[in-house]
């Protein structure tokens, strides 16, 4: 089993910057693909980032490429996604998600609460 728990969401000004942090438990947790979604109200969840368990294949959206950084530090047990140049819709619920594929994908086993973000115009 893998519990994950997504941090560092808020409110920020569109143009701005925030990192979000997701950390993981379990004695195979840094052997999972990792990977960041998110949900906007109305919509359906969509893929925003992944990377291989080891951080040497990362794949984004087309919406966040150039934006957004997915990073991972094993020892940690933590994966990031520094998300910069903000827009206003970029808000939504961001859930970090750990599979055993790379770039994960939405029948994922294992996923966090998630963690609102914001982004005000």
């Known amino acids: 089993q893998v519990q994950l728990v997504e941090s560092g969401g808020g409110l920020a000004q569109a143009g701005g910057s925030l990192r979000l942090s997701c950390a993981a438990s379990?004695?195979?947790?840094?052997?999972?693909?990792m990977g960041w979604f998110r949900q906007a109200p109305g919509k359906e969840r969509e893929f925003v980032a992944g990377?291989?368990?080891?951080?040497?294949?990362?794949s984004y959206s087309n919406t966040v490429k150039g934006r957004f950084t997915i990073s991972r530090d094993n020892a940690k047990n933590t994966v990031y996604l520094q998300m910069n140049s903000l827009k206003p819709e970029d808000t939504a619920v961001y859930y970090c998600a750990a599979d055993n594929y790379n770039p994960p994908g939405e029948y994922a086993p294992y996923w966090g609460q998630g963690t609102q973000v914001t982004v005000s115009s």
């Open positions: 990377i291989s368990w080891r951080g040497g294949s990362t």
């Open positions: 379990g004695r195979t947790a840094s052997t999972y693909a």
